[in-house]
């Protein structure tokens, strides 16, 4: 039936819409007009053709004027206020020919996309929802095709593109780094050591930005020329993210490496990589490097311009969350935000393990923890391979830290190691890759004598299975301990260390070079730094298995007082050739409260009761602690001499380390406990203070003959004029000393048995 066309507001009568689209003169037909019926187009008559499209709302309800420049989100950047309409912000248009320009590998991601279960399935993961449709694909194949074609509507992304997201996208770039700092930042890029912040990869986005977007970047930036940038990533997120194969050809051709994480594909998720490497590069610098005095920095300080750098990082991620898709890329730049995150703030918040909690899960969800074997070694494989071990390592690391269960298991993962291998030669080309495989040994390390960021991640990574044994002993409930379990972790230990190439064998004689740039010994100060760090992991592995053996009441605590002792002495001569290790001061803090606090405390405790100071236990925890402790032999002048220096290590901490004021509370427990014991020499008579050895040397044992001069020579001291601090001589502040390492709770929990270390 003919219906009369409906007229606009002028009068006119309404033109289809291919025609008023094509802005051409239309007959108004109906039900078709003879152009559309000539050219075979659908000719629709809109209802309401002039309104305008929706903007997506994330608000609720239409969100103030000037909602995203208000003062309190300009503060956040410190960026000039101006109003919405200063800027044109249209959403890109996107491309119909974008998608056809990808490639295979674009076109085959673009299908899965389209498919109704997108992850593909392994031979391991039958519990999984879609696992039966996936492992009949063949038999379901036209089913499944259907569904496709239905549900493509539904498979519609949100558009990212909104006024909010481009608004925010602005707001981020304007604080990117210029080029000058990128250049004066990545002079140390070397000296970081991480395998998450791969040097090759931030050089080469670097040198992709500052060459299509050196004006639109530039020192003269504006909300304007970022825009072009925002919009043209925003355009990237709209293609398939292209993930490379590990034994396709086309992995050792740079242009498609490169495009794995750059080039066409450069993303939000790498953007916030390079702002989280920017974040770290200014903690590592010294407060008075040259880099502050950028006019850029606007009198930032090496913390303040980290935090700015993070809470760009952070917006990178926000901009991808409305678009996310987890690959390994996007792992990375939540990796890199969380750990200068936890560079800025304090080791022990509970913030820091709420976000490496949700890293873990995202590693997980993204299937790196589970790597199948390597057909060939790719440079993609071998940066999967680096990332795999290091967040298996890392796992155990934070757990033994927070004494909480790790998230990663040995019998759910397949983490292989990397191959000892430099980042020159993995993405040098095929033939220099294949020319440093030949010159590998047979367990990967390399014959070259040259310590790489791998070696060092290897070395810690072979310790891993040992850190989760610790950790299931420690922290298992109802688990009946034996001392043959704790004697087959340290004989796995020594074999792990034994094996260990010759480039990072630690031994006590070492020493240092003169200069920090001359090596001596065919050592470097470089080297030397990185061969003490593995052995303090060694050490620390050793001193929670002796832990186990003493607590458990399974033997004496003489060898734990001796690899407490080591670890300090270790720790003192890192500190000592501080001078040469100035690229590495951000570490120590790290090492002093990590490695250092809980074995400082062992040396505390022995200290107290060998100068009979402790506090009296009554009953049977007296007698237990007699059992554990009868054997310890020590010098206290020596012990009183690593304190004394480790207390100057905590006094060297600067105020802006994130230990900081961790440090600053063990220091005043030092303090007053070396301020006591020499008051107690004082205050005791001369005949008592003749039954020192003079050359300090002292052995203990606990029989009933002596518990009766030693709670006299306590009282003694406590009835002179030079009383003890009332709060040394309490339980709690002894018990204190108790709760410095990771099976023990938490640092400042003060409500474990006295010296059951």
Not at 125 to 153: C, Q, W, Y
Not at 359 to 372: D, K, N, P, T
Not at 481 to 495: F, G, S, W
Not at 554 to 566: N, S, V
Request: net charge negative; aromatic share 8%; hydrophobic share 35%.
């Amino acid at each position: 039936m003919f219906t009369e066309p409906k007229r606009r507001h002028n009068g006119q009568p309404q033109a289809c819409e291919p025609c008023r689209k094509a802005k051409i003169r239309c007959d108004h037909a109906n039900p078709k007009c003879s152009r559309c019926v000539r050219r075979s187009l659908d000719c629709v008559y809109h209802p309401a053709p002039l309104t305008k499209p929706r903007v997506p709302n994330y608000f609720g309800t239409t969100p103030p004027a000037g909602l995203l420049t208000t003062p309190a989100v300009i503060n956040e950047f410190h960026l000039p206020i101006q109003s919405h309409d200063d800027i044109n912000v249209s959403a890109p248009l996107s491309d119909p020919g974008t998608t056809a320009s990808l490639g295979t590998m674009a076109s085959s991601n673009t299908s899965k996309r389209k498919m109704p279960f997108r992850e593909e399935l392994g031979r391991h993961e039958t519990t999984r929802f879609s696992a039966i449709f996936l492992e009949n694909m063949d038999s379901l194949g036209p089913v499944m095709l259907k569904t496709m074609k239905s549900n493509h509507a539904l498979d519609q992304e949100p558009d990212v593109t909104a006024w909010p997201h481009l608004e925010l996208a602005v707001r981020t770039l304007l604080n990117f780094p210029t080029a000058r700092t990128c250049d004066m930042l990545m002079t140390g890029i070397h000296q970081i050591h991480d395998v998450w912040l791969s040097p090759t990869m931030i050089r080469q986005c670097l040198n992709q930005v500052w060459t299509e977007y050196d004006s639109e970047l530039g020192e003269r930036r504006t909300r304007e020329s970022v825009l072009k940038v925002a919009n043209d990533i925003f355009l990237n997120h709209k293609k398939p993210q292209v993930t490379p194969k590990y034994d396709a050809e086309s992995s050792f051709d740079r242009d498609s490496w490169i495009n794995w994480f750059g080039g066409p594909y450069l993303r939000w998720e790498m953007i916030g990589i390079l702002f989280s490497w920017a974040g770290i590069a200014f903690r590592c610098k010294q407060e008075w490097d040259p880099v502050f005095d950028l006019a850029e920095q606007h009198g930032r300080n090496r913390n303040t311009a980290a935090d700015r750098m993070r809470e760009c990082a952070a917006a990178c991620i926000r901009l991808c969350e409305d678009n996310f898709e987890l690959n390994d890329i996007m792992v990375i730049c939540m990796k890199n935000s969380s750990r200068l995150q936890s560079i800025i703030i304090s080791d022990e918040s509970d913030r820091i393990r709420v976000d490496y909690g949700t890293v873990r899960s995202a590693f997980i969800s993204a299937g790196l923890h589970r790597l199948g074997p390597l057909q060939e070694v790719t440079p993609f494989s071998q940066h999967r391979a680096s990332i795999a071990s290091s967040m298996y390592y890392q796992d155990k690391c934070h757990s033994l830290f927070n004494a909480r269960p790790p998230m990663l298991n040995e019998r759910y993962c397949q983490c292989p190691l990397p191959l000892d291998l430099c980042e020159e030669d993995v993405y040098g080309g095929r033939g220099r890759l294949t020319a440093a495989l030949a010159r590998l040994d047979s367990n990967g390390w390399n014959t070259d004598g040259r310590i790489f960021t791998t070696t060092w991640l290897r070395a810690l990574a072979i310790l891993s299975p040992i850190r989760e044994g610790i950790l299931e002993l420690s922290l298992s409930v109802n688990l009946k301990l034996t001392k043959l379990q704790i004697d087959d972790l340290i004989a796995q230990l020594e074999k792990r260390v034994a094996s260990y190439p010759p480039q990072i064998q630690y031994h006590s004689n070492m020493e240092w070079p003169l200069q920090s740039n001359v090596s001596f010994h065919g050592r470097s100060v470089h080297e030397m730094y990185i061969i003490t760090r593995i052995q303090l992991d060694v050490l620390q592995c050793k001193f929670l298995l002796q832990r186990l053996v003493v607590s458990r009441g399974l033997g004496g605590g003489q060898e734990l007082f001796d690899i407490a002792r080591e670890t300090i002495s270790v720790i003192v001569s890192l500190w000592l050739n501080r001078d040469q290790l100035q690229q590495f001061h951000h570490a120590f803090d790290w090492i002093a409260v990590s490695y250092g606090m809980p074995c400082a405390g062992i040396l505390c405790v022995e200290l107290l009761r060998a100068s009979n100071l402790e506090p009296i236990a009554s009953g049977t925890e007296s007698l237990t602690a007699a059992t554990i402790h009868e054997s310890v032999r020590l010098s206290r002048s020596e012990v009183v001499q690593s304190l004394i220096m480790f207390k100057a290590l905590l006094d060297w901490i600067r105020p802006t380390d994130n230990n900081a004021q961790l440090s600053g509370k063990f220091k005043e427990v030092l303090q007053r406990i070396i301020d006591t014991l020499f008051d107690s020499m004082e205050s005791t008579s001369g005949a008592q203070l003749q039954q020192i050895p003079s050359e300090g040397q002292s052995q203990r044992h606990y029989g009933a003959q002596d518990r009766r001069p030693r709670e006299q020579n306590l009282s003694s001291v406590t009835e002179s004029q030079h009383d003890l601090d009332p709060e040394l001589i309490t339980i709690n502040d002894m018990d204190w000393l108790n709760t410095v390492d990771w099976t023990q709770g938490s640092l400042v929990e003060q409500n474990n048995p006295s010296f059951l270390y």
